[in-house]
Nanobody, 126 residues
Framework: QVQLVESGGGLVQPGGDLRVSCAAS????????MAWFRQAPGKDREFVAG????????YYGDSVKGRFTISRDNAKNTMYLQMNSLKPEDTAVYYC???????????????????WGQGTQVTVSS
């Protein structure tokens, strides 16, 4: 069993930066695919960024490519999402997820993940 806890969300002005974290407990994250998803009110949950199981490859959603950076610290069992040049349309609840058997073709699918955090709210507004 893996427990995931997100933190670092908040209110930021358009053009600003924010970093959210996902701390895992129960098992080491090494060997698991990890990802960030987000869900805005009235919209479907959307893939934001993810790591392959080996940690050697990263993937990004088209809407955040070039602005967001995913990273992980296996020693701290923590994953991060650095968000730069934030836009109002980035406003959402951000969730982290972990999965044991996620293959590359499924990394953007929320159904591929076994464990989820409770989410952290990110609001981009002036």
């Amino acid at each position: 069993q893996v427990q995931l806890v997100e933190s670092g969300g908040g209110l930021v002005q358009p053009g600003g930066d924010l970093r959210v974290s996902c701390a895992a407990s129960g098992r080491t994250l090494s060997g698991y695919a990890m990802a960030w998803f987000r869900q805005a009110p009235g919209k479907d949950r959307e893939f934001v960024a993810g790591y392959s199981r080996t940690g050697g490859y990263t993937y990004y959603g088209d809407s955040v490519k070039g602005r967001f950076t995913i990273s992980r610290d296996n020693a701290k069992n923590t994953m991060y999402l650095q968000m730069n040049s934030l836009k109002p349309e980035d406003t959402a609840v951000y969730y982290c997820a972990a999965g044991r058997g996620v293959i590359t073709s499924s990394i953007r699918s929320q159904n591929a993940y076994d464990w989820w955090g409770q989410g952290t709210q990110v609001t981009v507004s002036s």
